[in-house]
């Protein structure tokens, strides 16, 4: 019976001392990110610079897409609060300017201004792609641009 006793307790006790599982990390996108590419759903890519910056809660981008010569054709700032859970990523935007002549496949956009009050929030539920030092958001157009710490 004791050896019984002390097996059961020997058993118990290898339970209790093994951890569970680990659980995924949440990836931790806070900080500043480069912008480095923009491909478009049908595959075109254009060149493109800017900043896109997390913080706990909020977002705020701002990029230009440069023709061949190197020289702007169009750019945007943008900005609102963020969630994340797994490889979605919500981007709720209640700011932004943008204008832009055309370029590609990228029609000309004439200067808009959106702010929270005279404009509806746009909520663009997106797929976040993280590496070691890269994101790449997919909007829900189809087109991706990717970041680089």
């Not at 049908?42 to 897409?65: I, P, R």
């Not at 797994?86 to 932004?96: C, E, I, K, S, W």
């Amino acid at each position: 019976m004791r050896a019984r006793v002390e097996m059961m307790s020997a058993v118990l006790l290898a339970v209790l001392w093994v951890p569970p599982p680990a659980r995924a990390q949440e990836a931790d996108i806070r900080g500043a990110w480069h912008a480095d590419t923009y491909v478009l759903k049908d595959g075109s890519k254009h060149h493109v610079e800017g900043l896109m910056l997390f913080g706990d809660t909020d977002w705020a981008v701002v990029y230009f897409v440069k023709d061949d010569d190197g020289q702007p054709q169009r750019g945007a700032g943008e900005g609102g609060p963020y969630t994340l859970d797994g490889d979605r990523l919500v981007l709720t935007r209640d700011y932004l300017v943008i204008a832009g002549n055309e370029i590609g496949s990228l029609s000309e956009i004439p200067l808009r201004f959106d702010v929270p009050g005279v404009t509806e929030p746009v909520i663009e539920a997106c797929r976040l792609e993280v590496g070691d030092d890269r994101i790449t958001i997919e909007f829900p157009s189809g087109n991706r641009m990717g970041f680089r710490r």
